[in-house]
């Protein structure tokens, strides 16, 4: 009896921990590691989240290694949407770039890329963007929108 309350109460562990697990699943799937943006081209973002996390939108914010700070790329997206495509303009080239999901307003970060690489808009990255998805967010190196 002992050994069936005992396998009991560790499956009851196992089935919180696996659910909360699921809850808590964020994931951003594109840009993956050793990406190359090209500014002035569209660019995926794409991500992959639990059902169960109460995340209804973040804010999407690049950083880099190299620098402090962070750069505002897009306020309140949707997490439902689970991808869209944004478009750089004059964003300094370097192999070390980020982005972050946060909910900016309680400071909880919810997810981080891969590391990605911006290339000048002269260049010609390894493979070419992924355009399945048409939407666009323009942004400039200091984080105002293109007019």
Known sequence: ??????????????????????????????????????????HLVQWTKGLLDDINGFDMEMTRLSKDGLTLVAMNVPASQDKLNILLQNVPAGDDYF????????????????RFAVLDASSTPSSPPDLTFLIFIVLNSDGSPLA
Not at 99 to 114: C, D, E, K, Q, Y
């Open 99 to 114: 982005l972050v999901f946060i909910n900016s307003t309680h400071g909880v970060m919810h997810a981080t890329s891969p």
């Open 1 to 42: 009896m002992f050994l069936l309350a005992r396998c009991t109460n560790t499956l009851l562990v196992l089935a919180f921990l696996v659910s909360s697990v699921c809850a808590s699943y964020f994931v951003i799937t594109e840009p993956q590691a050793k990406t190359e943006w090209v500014n002035g081209s569209p």
